[in-house]
């Protein structure tokens, strides 16, 4: 199975600021079949991107994926308070589909 | 809109079987995967199956293998996840998801929580 490494673990960021979330494939991807999640507590995860860099419907532009291969990123431009957030990168272009262990983007 | 809604929490005793449910609705149910994931407290997603509703074919994550079945009601449109010899470690909150090739999971049921204790 495809091991996606996220890096880092946790971000420590001020609201207004640029954050970039990494994550990684332990082989390359099909098709660039790579998403992003947030979660946050209580909630169910919400898709951000997927294709590597397709927003999801009604996701903020402030929201951003790029990558290729084995390295994908995650920027997230300027952070607003509800940003605040855990996040996942899954790859679902091969069996079984695996995920990423989370970015934890809390505030400074 | 297009929803998943999940059965209601339980509490287990180690080696029972807990079955949840995941109702769909808002789209032809038969079109889209269902695949079921979970989280144990501290942990992160942890991918257990997909079972397709057009014909009942499954397929499980090599752990859960033996102790997971999963399966569908095309009547009513729901999915059912079955997992057996339940132990302290399967405490967690487990989710059903949409799918389709080529698309991300998208959306996820609101969750069950399923605490195993004795």
């Known amino acids: 199975e495809i091991v996606l490494t996220q890096s880092p673990g946790t971000l420590s960021l001020s609201p207004g600021e640029r954050a970039t979330l990494s994550c990684r494939a332990s082989?390359?991807?099909?098709?660039?079949?790579l998403a992003w999640y947030q979660r946050k507590p209580g909630q169910t995860p919400r898709v951000l991107i997927y294709?590597?860099?397709s927003r999801a419907t009604g996701i903020a532009d402030r929201f951003s994926g790029s990558g290729s291969g084995t390295d994908f990123t995650l920027t997230i431009s300027r952070l607003e308070p509800e940003d605040f957030a855990v996040y996942y990168c899954q790859q679902y272009g091969s069996s079984p589909p695996t995920f990423g262990q989370g970015t934890k983007v809390e505030i400074k | 809109q297009v929803q998943l809604v999940q059965s209601g929490a339980e509490v287990k005793k180690p080696g029972a079987s807990v079955k949840l449910s995941c109702k769909a609705s808002?789209?032809?149910?038969?079109?889209?995967?269902i695949h079921w994931v979970r989280q144990a407290p501290g942990q992160g997603l942890e991918w257990m199956g997909i079972?397709?509703?057009?014909?009942?074919?499954?397929n499980y994550a090599q752990k859960f293998q033996g102790r997971v079945t999963m399966t569908r009601d095309t009547s009513t449109s729901t999915v059912y996840m079955d997992l057996s010899s339940l132990r302290s470690d399967d405490t967690a909150v487990y989710y059903c998801?949409?799918?389709?090739?080529?698309?991300?999971?998208?959306?996820w049921g609101q969750g069950t929580l399923v605490t195993v204790s004795s």
């Open positions: 294709g590597a860099s």
């Open positions: 079972i397709n509703p057009r014909d009942g074919s499954t």
């Open positions: 082989r390359s991807i099909s098709s660039n079949y």
């Open positions: 808002g789209y032809t149910f038969t079109t889209y995967y």
């Open positions: 998801a949409r799918w389709s090739s080529s698309r991300p999971f998208d959306p």
